[in-house]
């Protein structure tokens, strides 16, 4: 047994990531680390006393590479005899249904194949690639959003049904072990450009930090070790006082309370949000304060207490519609909403769009989570572009519309709130500039009185 084999099975044995009679699936993408994995488990596996199988995701993001990624890890396991399963989902249409980047959508898909696995009989473990690199990765991606002492603690070894087997050895390693197996793998082409944040992170802040103190990345597992027993100890105090006045306790624990809260009704939790239902709950003395949490639902701090309710627009009466592919939009009575991603490469002169249609463009890679068309709300603000102040948008829509329009006019909004009116146009925030690779183009066409379509 080579060093690095003997080092993954006492870390697994550490974790207690298997027990015997395990199914184990390995997620298998055929790139070095995966490939690492599963000969390592393989190795294993009668040690361990768990049976081996793997699952290959095509993307069909990659046109040639994606099929060349499918023909390698079949060749790999027909070889090995290790049971195959391999699904082809067009991760692009199917982050286009949920509203989302590429990378997140592909995400999101391979997780709903894991789970389907596992519910489904065929396995009771998922062991996934991640390597001690993509754990020092996640804790600076969350750290540089802001993140709190949860976001610090990193990738879990074991989350579920969950196992990361090589989450204590390094890329370097796991490159070094393939090589005296004389094993290759395939490379993913996107790895090696910046065009994703993780990529940067991994092609410039890893190697300086780890120029700046060698033991970086492997002092960060001990890190998130340390901080995990910290969080752990917090978490379980303010499960105690969630029914307590919020504003007696101390800041630590009623934030962990307003996360879980967030998290309980499946608003995105943001470091913004929680200081802002912070402030709130201190600032306010009997008097209901309300903050815009998604687009769709107001949070409300009054008297220690924080709650969700659903918001009234000036006209007393709202519009909802989820956005989560392109399409025609019926809103209001008199008039339809066009919404439609456009690639950078295909947009045309806007000169070119129909006069009757009033045309906004938006960067789409900077809005945040869903995307919700509904009127106005109380408390909606925007900053416009070249605009040095947040304005009210009903200040706005006083100015550029008579007054039976301000209540039913369009409004688009993600998870920060409003970014596109039908009367004021883009926010700052997600304006396209020379780095724009997708474009949300809006559009807004009036119907006449008494019609619909």
């Known amino acids: ?125 998922i062991a996934t690639a991640h390597n001690l690199n993509d754990n020092a990765e996640t804790v600076i991606f969350r750290l540089a959003r802001g993140t709190g002492l949860k976001g610090l603690c990193g990738i879990p070894a074991i989350r579920g049904n969950f196992i990361r087997p090589l989450l204590s050895r390094s890329r370097a390693e796991v490159e070094e072990f393939l090589a005296e197996r004389e094993q290759d793998f395939v490379t993913d082409s996107t790895n090696l450009s910046d065009d994703y944040v993780r990529n940067k992170i991994r092609h410039n802040i890893l190697p300086l930090l780890s120029e700046i103190h060698g033991g970086f990345p492997r002092n960060i597992p001990a890190l998130s070790e340390s901080l995990s027993e910290d969080e752990d100890f917090l978490a379980a105090e303010a499960e105690k006082h969630i029914d307590s006045d919020l504003r007696t306790l101390h800041p630590a624990i009623r934030k962990r309370i307003i996360i879980n809260f967030l998290e309980s009704h499946n608003i995105e939790v943001s470091s913004k949000r929680v200081e802002e239902i912070n402030s709130a709950l201190l600032s306010t003395d009997g008097v209901r304060k309300n903050i815009n949490s998604d687009g769709n639902r107001l949070i409300s701090a009054k008297n220690g207490r924080i709650s969700v309710s659903e918001p009234q627009t000036a006209s007393g009466t709202i519009d909802f519609l989820k956005i989560e592919k392109d399409g025609s939009y019926p809103f209001s009575c008199d008039r339809i909403v066009i919404i439609s991603k456009v690639i950078n490469e295909k947009m045309n002169d806007n000169a070119n769009v129909n006069k009757k249609l009033t045309n906004h463009l938006a960067d789409y890679d900077k809005i945040q989570g869903g995307v919700l068309l509904r009127n106005r709300q109380r408390g909606d603000r925007i900053k416009l572009p070249d605009s040095p102040h947040t304005k009210e948008l009903r200040k706005i829509l006083q100015e550029c519309l008579p007054p039976e329009e301000r209540a039913v006019s369009a ?43």
């Open 1 to 125: 047994m080579s060093e690095f084999v003997n080092n993954v099975l006492k870390y697994m044995l550490a974790q207690g990531m298997t027990e015997n009679g395990d199914s184990v699936c390995c997620a298998f993408s055929g790139g070095a680390d995966s490939t690492a994995l599963i000969l390592v488990l393989n190795e294993l596996s009668e040690r361990l006393g768990i049976t081996l199988s793997a699952v290959h995701i095509n993307h069909m993001l990659r046109g040639r590479e994606s099929n060349r990624d499918e023909s390698f890890c079949a060749a790999f396991c027909e070889r090995l005899g290790i049971p195959l399963k391999i699904y082809r989902q067009d991760a692009a249409e199917f982050s286009r249904s949920l509203g989302v980047s590429v990378e997140t959508g592909a995400r999101e898909m391979r997780y709903k194949i894991f789970s389907e696995i596992i519910d489904g009989g065929a396995a009771s473990k």
């Open 411 to 453: 409004v688009l909004a993600d998870e920060n709130g409003v970014f596109w009116s039908e009367c004021a146009g883009i926010a700052q925030r997600v304006r396209p500039d020379e780095n724009t690779r997708t474009f949300l183009e809006i559009q807004v066409k009036r119907l006449p009185k008494g019609t619909a379509e």
